[in-house]
Every structure is written in C-alpha cells, then in structure tokens.
C-alpha cells in the first residue's frame, strides 16, 4: 500500500478496500465489522447502525443537494439491511464566510427527505473552521433503524438467488461529473439521489424472500457485485445487454470514458432474492416510479471462485474486476 493517502483511496474500489482492511480493521476488528454490510446489526439483531460523512462538490447539482444526499445515504444503508430508518445525528463543518442562506437551503433539503423517511434528528455537532480550512461545508450523518426483518446479509448468497437491478445506473455520478466541469448538455440528466425506504419496506410486507440488498453508491455496481462475490464465495455472471443505462449516462461515458457499471448512483439498489420470488419483486418494484425499470441482471453460479464474470450478447465475457484508480473523486 503506498505510504501515502490518495484519491483513489477514497474511490470505493480496490483501493479504498485496501486502506479500510489494512489499516482501520486490523485496528478495530471485530464479529460486527467484519461482516462488511451497509449497517451494522446490532442489540441482538434488532437495530441496524449506520454512519456517512458526505463531502460532494458541487453542493448543489441537478436532481439533490449534499443535504438530501446526506440523508438519503444514511436512511438508505439502514434499509439495505431491511430496517425502518428512524433516529439520525448531523454533525457538520462549516468554513468560515459560508453562505447562511445556502445552509438554511441544505437544510430544508434535510428536514424533507427526514419526513420521506419517517426519521428524526435527535443529536448533532457544528464546528467552524477558517477559510481554507474546508471546502465550504462537510456533513457527516449517523444512523439507528428498526429492523423489520432479520437474516438480511451479503454474506449468505447461494445459487438459489438471482440479482436484481432497481434501475438505470449512473446517473449520480455522470451528473455530478457534468455539473462540476460545468459541461451542458441538451438532456434533462440528473441525479438518481432518493430514499429507497419505501421500496424496500413494499418487498418486505408482501414477504419477497431478500438474501442481500445493496445500494451502489462509490464503485458503482461493479463494487458491490464483487463484494458480493467475494463475501459469499460464489461467481455472478453478468448479462452485459440486460443492465439498463440511460442515453445521456451512455452519452457521457463514451465521450469520457468511464464504464458505466463503475459510476456511483445515489438511489439505486442491487438485491439477491430467491428465484421463485424474481418476478413478485419485479412486480413490486415496478410499482415505483424510481424502479419502473428495474430487472434482472445477473444469476448465481460456482464456475469461478469470488469472481463477477460480464456476458456479452456476441458471446463473449470477461472479468468484471473491482474499480481501480481515482474515478471521480468526491461524488457523496
């Protein structure tokens, strides 16, 4: 590992996974951490915990703010691991000279999306730091839900389960991309930032048998389906023509090349379900404006150990691999 901390520490791939196992969880290892969920599970499988700190720039972009992504990313790790989202803390820190009126605005964004949830701020922190001390305006957000239904992990996935897709992908981080090279485009591209409470809490009451959820923010799909590999000791084997993406994520990935299962999304959530419940969860992701598009992308196997294999339509496949290298740097 390199003796010093960079940008691509921080990316959500390999070597962000590099510096949280070598550094922080040989330091705080233990039963809870190593799991490597969204949430910790804890009080006897009864609560899910959950903590993010949000440093996008810009802070304001189509589609969300840092305030509604900070909430939206807290509420929506605890419902990953089938909890009702339900007390929060917001600490932030504050560079001297920041606009008052854009913090009440960030605010705003906070309170309404707290509602969407059904959750509540109950503690926080303010600091303020000189000029250039911090870029304007950090948040950092901890989370407590209810667990609804017990059992939820990404480390129990078998053959009997097929991967879901809730939506297009990349949105989030295409989006952020163009608004801080200020690149315009003649499309309505905007961020896929949204709470998943609803969604997943609709699954769990019609009983749709879950083995894992995840929500693909930094990594993008790509991280999450090579956890997923890893963590459970199976092969997922990728349809490349089934994953949806939008023509202006398309657009913006051809123009600059990034790979569109590596770009970050901010309301969009991989699942592992059994088969026999594929369709009814389709069904009632459909039922959701964000997840009209939802599909299935990807089936369970154990022809490559820890492996995610991309099928493409001409026959062909190769190895998805973990993302590497800097990628877009502060995009939550």
Same mark, same amino acid.
């Given at each position: 590992?390199?003796?010093q901390i960079?940008?691509?520490?921080g990316? +959500?791939?390999e070597?962000?996974?590099e ?10 290892k233990?039963e809870?951490? @190593? ?7 804890i009080?006897?499988?009864e ?5 993010d700190?949000?440093?996008v720039s810009p802070l304001?972009?189509p589609g969300a703010?840092?305030g509604?992504?900070?909430v939206? =990313?807290t ?5 990953m ?5 339900k007390?929060?803390?917001?600490s932030v820190?504050?560079?001297?000279g920041?606009s008052?009126?854009?913090l009440e ?5 906070m309170k ?7 959750a509540?701020v109950?503690s926080?922190d303010t600091k303020v730091?000189?000029?250039?001390s911090?870029d304007?305006?950090f948040i950092?957000?901890?989370?407590? +839900?209810e667990i @609804? ?8 996935i078998?053959t009997?389960?097929?991967i879901?897709?809730?939506r297009?992908?990349g949105c989030h =981080?295409?989006?952020i991309f163009?608004?801080r090279e +200020?690149i315009?485009?003649?499309t309505?591209l905007e961020s896929?930032?949204a709470?998943l409470?609803?969604q ?6 019609? +009983? %749709?048998k879950v083995?894992?959820?995840r929500?693909?923010t930094?990594g993008g799909?790509?991280?999450v389906?090579?956890e ?6 199976i092969?997922?084997?990728?349809q490349e023509?089934?994953?949806p993406?939008? @023509?202006?994520?398309?657009g %913006?990935?051809?123009?600059l090349?990034f ?6 999304? &901010? ?8 088969k &026999?419940?594929?369709?009814?969860a389709l069904?009632i992701?459909?039922?959701?404006e ?5 599909v ?5 196997t154990q022809q490559?150990? @820890?492996?995610v294999?991309?099928l493409s339509?001409? =026959?062909?496949k190769r190895?998805l691999?973990t993302p590497t ?6 995009i939550?």
């Open positions: 590992m390199n003796k960079t940008l691509a520490m990316n +959500g791939g070597e962000n996974n510096l949280i196992s070598k550094i922080f969880y040989k330091a705080f233990n809870i951490l @190593q799991k490597s969920e969204d949430a910790a599970v009080h006897g499988g609560l899910a915990f959950s903590t700190s949000f440093t304001f972009f703010d840092i509604k992504l900070a939206c =990313g509420c929506n790790d605890l419902a691991m089938g909890a009702k989202p007390y929060l803390t917001c820190i504050i560079e001297e920041f008052t009126r854009e605005k960030i605010v705003r964004s309404k999306e707290l509602e969407v949830n059904g509540v109950v926080g730091v000189p000029r250039g911090v304007k305006i950092n957000t901890t989370g407590i +839900g @609804q239904k017990k059992g939820i992990s990404s480390n129990n078998t009997d389960d097929v879901l897709l809730s297009d992908i =981080g295409a989006a163009c608004a +200020g315009e485009l003649s309505a896929d930032c709470s409470t609803h997943v809490q609709a699954l769990l009451d019609a +009983g %749709v083995t894992a959820m929500d693909a930094r799909v790509s991280a389906l090579n997923w590999a890893k963590q459970s000791n092969c997922i084997e990728v023509d089934a994953v993406v939008s @023509q202006e994520v398309n %913006v990935c051809e123009m090349g790979e569109a299962l590596n770009l970050a999304n &901010e309301g969009t959530f991989v699942l592992a379900v059994k &026999e419940d594929e369709q009814k069904d992701l459909h039922g959701f964000n997840s009209k598009n939802a299935t992308i990807a089936s369970v490559y150990s @820890q492996k294999i991309l339509p001409y =026959g062909t190895f691999d290298g800097e990628l877009l740097p502060r939550c």
